[in-house]
């Protein structure tokens, strides 16, 4: 049994920013932050293009941010939460600086801005095409200076503490007190209580498999909210990035960022046709869903198993000064940018809805708050503009910060009782699990794609429902693995995406139904 001030579970940014603030607030408080790989594995990692800021006010204005995240958002941001995103962005960012993050500067020695899909104007700070790494180190060295934060990596969470689990305890309202832990080195499962609880747990792109994100990215922390009966919303909003490296086999895709169509480059079919041209004014920078779904319709029409992205008409040496990293992975994959188009494909990128949060990032469990992808705050609406979620982490990690400052103290119970494996064995399943995991990401990527259809999404729910059952039935027998609450936590996942799709009545966003289409038009 451990007992801390904060627990955080996730490190990335959201969780690394906030556990920095809160610590240099009360040197006496205890910070623990748990993260289930290598401290720094998380999507935060891999993020290229950059932070959506509004830095150069005679070209550009908070207006202009703001005009752009609603029309990406197509009608469901919620107006105010935007505003006080967009406007709180620029003294985020300087926070970052003084951390002593690195970014691009021009030659005037001011940051380098970079656009992206849906922005009107040049606002990504970057820092080369590895914002996301160097934002990490950045925050882990900090937190490595804090005394007062543990940080536990290879530690899992696998349960929210709630009055479910404390006996003789009744009540309607539900609180958190921490969480159970599965140290992943021992197999020994902690209790950690904690007064206040922040779920900082990523995103979900693992559910589809094909996928921009880490295979961390299992969204654990939705599941866990959502056991513990916390209000859960937007899960239908799935944003597909159009353009990731083509591999026959699927998987882990590497992303090839918006910002190399920010600096020009063009999507074109096999036979040299440029086809955003036929679907949308603005081509290639039409926002992110339009691409999408503009690509999955160019190859279903031809067949073929992906489009191209061209840059051999760039300017190269300032290609590569501006993104060394795909350069040399498109290099190890022996395409020569000079001459050379590269196969993309969309995949899974990112969750624009999640654990529904108060601007405060307060969830509807007590003591429980929640930041970053996890999180569903309001500004992405139905689909979330480029470079918007590091911003939406900064900006909300600060609010979390400032509400827990002011924040009554929490009476954490006496009688947590230790996690109960009483009846379980060491699973002998672990084919079954990798099995079902294939089948749940087939599922998700056949039935729940970038376009879907009532039929198809009544078929995914009787398929997860065999599965889930068949999880169940094994997570109950079973000693608990990561692999094992991954996949249990997956299919809740899937269940509320596909769900949540069949209640949305009116395609929006990223969002794209074709049995609403063909209702509107009866
Ligand atoms: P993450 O950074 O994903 O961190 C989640 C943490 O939670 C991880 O440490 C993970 O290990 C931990 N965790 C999860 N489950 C558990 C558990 N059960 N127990 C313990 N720990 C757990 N956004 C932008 O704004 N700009 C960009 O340029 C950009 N580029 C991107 C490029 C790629 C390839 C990807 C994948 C995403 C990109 N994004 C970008 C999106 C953005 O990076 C993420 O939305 C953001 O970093 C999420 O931060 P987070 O802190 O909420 O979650
Ligand atoms: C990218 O660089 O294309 C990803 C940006 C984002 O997801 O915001």
């Known amino acids: 049994m451990i007992s801390t001030n904060y627990l955080v579970i996730g ?23 748990v ?24 070209k550009d204005s908070f207006a202009k941010h703001i005009e752009d995240t609603l029309i990406a958002g197509d009608g469901l941001c919620t107006p105010e939460i935007v505003a006080m995103v967009v406007k709180e962005g620029p003294k985020r960012l300087q926070e970052l600086v003084a951390w002593e993050t690195n970014f691009d500067l021009d030659s005037n020695g001011t ?75 021992t197999d020994k499962i902690l209790t950690i209580k904690a007064q206040h609880t922040l779920l900082a747990s990523g995103g979900i792109g693992s559910v589809y498999g094909h996928t921009t994100n880490p295979i961390i990215a299992t969204g654990d922390g939705i599941a866990m909210a959502y056991r513990a009966k916390a209000v859960i919303k937007g899960m239908e909003f799935v944003q597909f990035h159009p353009t990731t490296m083509y591999t026959p086999e699927g998987g882990s895709s590497f992303l090839i960022s918006e910002a190399v169509r920010g600096f ?80 993309v494909v969309p995949a899974s990128h990112y969750l624009c809805g999640g654990i529904d949060i108060d601007k405060n990032g307060k969830t509807s469990v007590n003591n429980l708050y929640a930041c970053g992808e996890c999180s569903r705050t309001g500004l992405h609406g139905a689909n979330r503009l480029a470079s918007n979620s590091l911003l939406e982490a900064l900006v909300y990690s600060h609010n979390i910060y400032l509400d827990l400052c002011e924040a009554p103290k929490v009476n954490v119970p006496e009688n947590i009782p230790p996690w109960n494996d009483d009846g379980t064995s060491i699973p002998k399943e672990h084919i079954l699990i990798q099995h079902n ?64 799709s069949l209640n949305r009545k009116e395609n929006k966003g990223g969002y794209y139904n074709i049995s609403n289409i063909k209702k509107a038009s009866k």
């Open 11 to 33: 490190s990335g940014v959201a969780g690394l920013t906030f556990a920095v603030k809160i610590a240099q607030k009360f040197p006496n408080k205890t910070i623990t932050i």
């Open 35 to 58: 993260t289930k790989g290598d401290e720094e594995e998380s999507n935060t990692k891999y993020a290229q293009g950059g932070i959506a800021v509004v830095l150069n006010e005679q």
């Open 111 to 185: 940051f380098d801005l970079g656009k992206e899909g849906g922005h009107s104007e040049y606002r990504v700070v970057h820092y080369k095409d590895i914002t996301g790494f160097e934002l990490e180190r950045a925050l882990l060295k900090k937190v490595h200076q804090l005394p007062n934060i543990t940080i536990l990596p290879h530690h899992f969470a696998i349960d929210l503490i709630t009055e479910h689990h404390i006996e003789n305890k009744e009540t309607d309202a539900v609180s958190c007190y921490g969480a159970y832990i599965l140290n992943q080195c």
């Open 264 to 343: 020009g480059a063009y999507l074109r079919t096999k036979d040299g046709h440029r086809f955003m041209l036929d679907y949308d004014s603005r081509a290639e920078l039409a926002s992110r869903d339009i691409v999408s779904q503009c690509i999955d319709s160019e190859l279903k029409k031809t067949g073929d198993p992906f489009v191209y992205l061209d840059c051999t008409h760039l300017d190269m040496a300032a290609f590569k000064k501006h993104f060394p990293n795909i350069y040399e992975k498109c290099s190890e994959e022996h395409i020569q940018l000079e001459k050379d188009w590269i196969p």
């Open 437 to 500: 995991l294939k089948q749940l990401q087939a599922l998700m990527r056949n039935y729940v794609g970038i376009v879907r259809n009532n039929d198809r999404l009544h078929m995914a729910i009787k398929h997860l429902n065999l599965l889930y059952e068949e999880v169940e039935e094994l997570y109950r027998k079973s000693k608990i693995t990561t692999a094992l609450c991954e996949l249990r936590n997956m299919i809740n996942v899937a269940h509320l995406i596909i769900q949540q």
